[in-house]
């Protein structure tokens, strides 16, 4: 098991930037590809990024390409989104997820077997 918690969430205006983080725990975090999702009311969840589980590939959704950056932190098992420009289309529930030896391929929910309780993400106009 791998238990994830996102963290950093919050209300900003449009064009202010935001830092999420995800702390896990369990097993070793090293072996696992994460990604961060996000859930606008009313629309489905949808993928933001992926780091691989050796960290060196990562691939953004086209819509947060060039204004988000994930990274992680395998001494400190933690996984982070900088969010930069921020738009009020950006408002979600933020999600951070674990796929055992994921790559940047992972982009759909069910390539994930772990995932975070979420962190809310407003960004007003």
């Known amino acids: 098991q791998v238990q994830l918690v996102e963290s950093g969430g919050g209300l900003v205006q449009a064009g202010a930037s935001l830092r999420l983080s995800c702390a896990a725990s369990?097993?070793?975090?090293?072996?696992?590809?994460m990604g961060w999702f996000r859930q606008a009311p009313g629309k489905e969840r949808e993928f933001v990024a992926v780091?691989?589980?050796?960290?060196?590939?990562?691939y953004y959704a086209d819509s947060v390409k060039g204004r988000f950056t994930i990274s992680r932190d395998n001494a400190k098992n933690g996984l982070y989104l900088q969010m930069d420009s921020l738009k009020p289309e950006d408002t979600a529930i933020y999600y951070c997820a674990a796929a055992y030896r994921g790559t940047t391929f992972f982009r759909t929910e069910r390539d994930y077997d772990y995932w975070g309780q979420g962190t809310q993400v407003t960004v007003s106009s």
């Open positions: 780091i691989n589980w050796i960290g060196g590939s990562k």
């Open positions: 369990g097993r070793t975090f090293s072996n696992y590809g």
